[in-house]
């Protein structure tokens, strides 16, 4: 429970920080039907290409923030590929792949250290997407 609680609490804080800029798109928060684990905050970011959104994880990176791309669609996957499957089938599996970075989100992380990967995703979007 504590755990959940801690990770729930940066998911939180990452959603009420980043939820001003049009050019985020926040993750799912709970329903009356289903409640996250918290394991993950995938963010997707508007009007960016995969080159930008690179950039962006080299800036993050750069600052000693560690993101990464969770979902990685199947069919850019070896297996898939060899199997015939084509990535440009799929146009909206690799739109949100272009444009999503998973967050760290972990209960260590304080509000300070949050509000730093937060104001450092600002800085990165706006230096690199004009």
Excluded: C
């Amino acid at each position: 429970d504590f755990l959940l609680s801690e990770r729930k609490r940066v998911f939180d804080r990452y959603s009420q920080k980043l939820k001003f800029f049009e050019w985020a798109i926040l993750p799912a928060q709970d329903t009356e039907r289903q409640t996250s684990s918290y394991h993950i905050y995938a963010l997707r970011l508007k009007k960016i290409t995969e080159a930008q959104r690179d950039a962006v994880i080299q800036e993050l990176d750069g600052e000693g923030i560690s993101v990464n791309v969770h979902y990685i669609p199947m069919p850019m996957l070896t297996l898939f590929i060899n199997m015939g499957y084509k990535m440009s089938n799929y146009p909206v599996a690799y739109d949100t792949y272009i444009r999503e970075i998973s967050l760290p989100i972990f209960p260590q992380l304080t509000n300070d250290q949050v509000d730093f990967i937060v104001d450092s995703i600002i800085k990165a979007y706006s230096d690199i997407v004009k």
